[in-house]
């Protein structure tokens, strides 16, 4: 009889085997997300942005300065990064199931089971949600990761290319009305801030088919990035530190990143016919700067010491994520402490920054005792169609 052996049935990857640096770059990422949903989303209406001349009405010279900032240097790029690490962590997945003869139906289980949170955080705690465009951005990109790795590149840039097209040629009657947008953010400064929890929920369902044209909009970047990050992955760039290759690319993509942002090369896209295409493209190019940068520091000795502090919050993203939209929401609207419209943009950040920092505190504290945050094990119990093990003890061996 053979001796006993560790049998471990297919399942989500092991703590022991997960990949330190991309839980450090989703950790960091994640800041930039809670910065731009916090200043932009929950402290004022989404789409106070979108009005003329808002960001001179941004309050004081330093909340100016704090939402000049975030614009330029996080905004989009922040969404870019998750996306990216999105479509990396789907390829994972993907590779981690290549033995399992279910693996599509539970890569397909995955993503409904998202799609099943994401509605439920979009119609009942905050319609900024981003897990239902996940959710269905995977399920189109998916059947591509059955594919060679030429056509999992072909997708992304033509999908990019696509999100790019857009800029030069909006496609007509997409974007609601300013005038709409205008009425939309006076009841929401009323609503939001002084509503009982069913008026707050009965205006945000409301708001739903004006936020819907802005995830079409961005809906073919998502998919090109979810390639992207899968592409990445599949080159072995994510999995082995090839330091300068990921230092070079950190360095060229954050020059010509900052400069699209910036407007530098608005000449030169300008004499082309292409200066819209300055912002969307350079938003793309920063974030892969930053994701280069960030993973390439996480690599060395001191990069650990550094930011190692990130990878337990990136480990739990999905909880932390949905746990700041509880937070803020409370925070801000009339059924908590109702502070939306009433802070600045510097303090409504600071209250971000020590939310981060509890998770990052409580992320570490909870990884110490358990192998998933609580959303993600039940996300990955609910794929699995089995209650998967949180304790840290060790799988018992099996004959």
């Excluded at 953010?185 to 088919?209: D, S």
């Excluded at 400069?259 to 030169?268: N, T």
């Excluded at 650990?304 to 929401?329: C, D, E, H």
Aim: charged share 15%; net charge positive.
């Amino acid at each position: 009889m053979s001796a006993p052996t560790c049998v471990r049935p297919p399942g989500p990857v092991r703590p022991s085997d997960r990949i330190d640096s991309i839980d450090v770059l989703r950790g960091v990422a994640l800041l930039g997300v809670l910065a731009i949903n916090l200043v932009m989303e929950f402290r004022v209406s989404i789409f106070e942005q979108f009005l003329p001349a808002w960001q001179q009405h941004a309050g004081n010279p330093l909340d100016r300065a704090v939402v000049a900032i975030l614009m330029r240097a996080v905004d989009l790029k922040a969404f870019a990064l998750f996306s990216l690490l999105f479509g990396a962590g789907l390829a994972i997945q993907f590779e981690h199931l290549v033995a399992n003869p279910r693996r599509a139906r539970l890569l397909f289980r995955r993503l409904i089971v998202l799609l099943v949170f994401g509605l439920l955080h979009l119609c009942l705690i905050w319609n900024g949600d981003i897990l239902t465009e996940y959710a269905l951005a995977g399920l189109i990109v998916l059947p591509f990761l059955f594919g060679p790795r030429w056509l999992v590149a072909g997708g992304a840039l033509t999908f990019l290319g696509v999100y790019l097209a857009m800029q030069l040629w909006p496609p007509p009657g997409l974007f609601p009305s300013h005038g709409s947008i205008g009425l939309d953010v006076q009841q929401a400064n009323r609503i939001y801030a002084t509503g009982g929890f069913g008026e707050v929920l009965k205006f945000r369902l409301r708001e739903i088919p004006l936020i819907i044209p802005l995830h079409v909009y961005m809906f073919p970047r998502t998919i090109g990035l979810f390639l992207l990050g899968a592409f990445a992955w599949r080159s072995g760039v994510l999995r082995k530190p090839h330091q300068r290759l990921l230092v070079s690319t950190g360095a060229v993509c954050v020059g010509l990143g900052a400069l699209l942002v910036l407007d530098g090369a608005g000449d030169i896209l300008a004499a082309a016919g292409s200066s819209r295409l300055a912002t969307p493209l350079g938003t793309i190019v920063l974030a892969l700067g930053y994701g280069a940068t960030i993973i390439a520091a996480a690599n060395t000795a001191r990069g650990k010491a550094w930011l190692g502090w990130a990878a337990p919050l990136g480990r739990m993203a999905f909880t932390n994520y949905l746990a700041q939209s509880v937070i803020f929401g409370w925070i801000f609207y009339g059924y908590g402490l109702g502070l939306f419209g009433r802070l600045g943009a510097a303090a409504a950040l600071a209250i971000g920054l020590a939310v981060y920092a509890a998770q990052v505190m409580f992320s570490a504290w909870w990884l110490r005792r358990y192998r998933y945050g609580p959303i993600e094990w039940l996300w990955r119990t609910l794929m699995y169609g089995a209650r998967q093990p949180m304790s840290l003890a060790p799988l018992k061996p099996t004959a």
